[in-house]
């Protein structure tokens, strides 16, 4: 392949401009390794976060030609090449240096979700689940946390809400409502600190997963649907109301 233009955002905390860069491109080349020349070549103090290149660690997020994409996963012959292919930081996140972000919000709201609470175990000492019950949850653990989904959320990204948790930490809460053997009732939470009710479905969040996770049909309308049930149904609203008044 020819040498190929690029652009690529430099500078600290947002105040930076798109700067071009020119590297010979090779087969089999994805968008992680150009930018590994670059900063050999060019720019040897260009920030980047990268560790496994291999789709699994979920580090080198970044937005290549304004999509929200792994740099290690995006091939380079994927992409228009007459154009100069422009890679800048996920935009939604504070910014920190060059292709860098501020990702540290995602751990706080990861804190606020109480870990499995398992139910005592049967007369036997065992567990006994369904093996349906356990296939239903794989996916949600496939997340590799690369929080391309926050980053696109229009909840979170447009509207700035900052009482809306965001799908990666809806689906986080989906894989411990829907675990067999998990006793906690986390409906109310999931209400009032985690803000479910903010999503809309515009499945933004979905069609950006490098994993394919079903996060809108198989985890969030889940939850939302299990909220409206003990929340807004009348008969459970009743049922709720009888139940404390007598406690
Ligand atoms: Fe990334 Fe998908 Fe996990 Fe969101 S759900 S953080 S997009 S792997
Ligand atoms: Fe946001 Fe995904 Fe809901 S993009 S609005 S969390 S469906
Ligand atoms: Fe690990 Fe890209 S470097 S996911």
């Not at 990861?110 to 398992?118: E, S, V």
């Not at 809806?170 to 053997?181: D, E, G, Y």
């Amino acid at each position: 392949m020819a040498e190929t233009r690029f652009k690529i955002y430099r500078g600290e905390k947002a105040k930076g401009q798109l700067c071009e860069y020119h590297v010979e491109v090779t087969e089999g080349m994805v968008v992680l390794d150009a930018i590994n020349l670059i900063q050999a070549r060019h720019a040897n103090d260009l920030a980047v976060r990268w560790n496994c290149k291999a789709g699994k660690c979920g580090s080198c997020s970044a937005e290549v030609n304004g999509k929200p994409r792994l740099m290690c996963m995006t091939r380079m012959d994927e992409l228009p090449l007459d154009e100069p292919v422009q890679i800048e930081p996920m935009r939604y996140f504070p910014h920190m240096r060059d292709l860098v972000s501020d990702v540290s919000r995602n751990y706080e709201i990861n804190k606020r979700i109480k870990p499995l609470t398992p139910k005592p175990r049967e007369s036997d000492g065992t567990y006994r689940m369904q093996q349906k019950d356990i296939e239903r949850i794989q996916e949600f653990h496939k997340c590799i946390e690369c929080f391309l989904c926050q980053n696109v959320c229009h909840v979170l990204r447009d509207q700035g809400i900052q009482e809306f948790s965001g799908p990666r930490f809806l689906i986080r809460i989906a894989s411990l409502v829907m675990h067999p053997l998990d006793k906690l009732n986390r409906l109310k939470e999931l209400k009032n600190i985690f803000g479910i009710g903010y999503c809309n479905v515009t499945k933004c969040c979905t069609e950006v997963c490098p994993e394919h996770i079903g996060i809108t049909d198989n985890g969030i309308i889940p939850l939302k649907e299990r909220v409206t049930g003990d929340f807004y149904d009348p008969l459970a609203w009743i049922w709720r109301s009888l139940t404390s008044f007598s406690k």
